[in-house]
């Protein structure tokens, strides 16, 4: 567990975790940072081809419950 120093809305200690993305099919994804505009494919899904994605990493604040979201290179 990696913990980020102080929360900008509190000053207490942060934790490091993922938001998940669900899909119909019941599985779940780390969220994405996709670089660009959302460009939509003829079957409504959004195109990644060609595209730079990076997982966004999130820290929530263990006092006040504040969500803060980075997509670090990697």
Do not use: H
């Not at 599985?27 to 079957?43: D, R």
């Amino acid at each position: 567990m990696q913990l980020k120093s102080d929360c900008p809305k509190c000053k207490k200690k942060m934790q490091e975790g993922v938001t998940l993305d669900r899909t119909a099919y019941r599985s779940a994804w780390p969220s994405l940072w996709i670089e660009g505009p959302v460009e939509n494919g003829w079957l409504g899904n959004i195109k990644l081809r060609g595209k730079k994605t990076i997982d966004i990493t999130t820290y929530r604040c263990f006092s006040c419950g504040y969500l803060e979201s980075y997509a670090p290179q990697a």
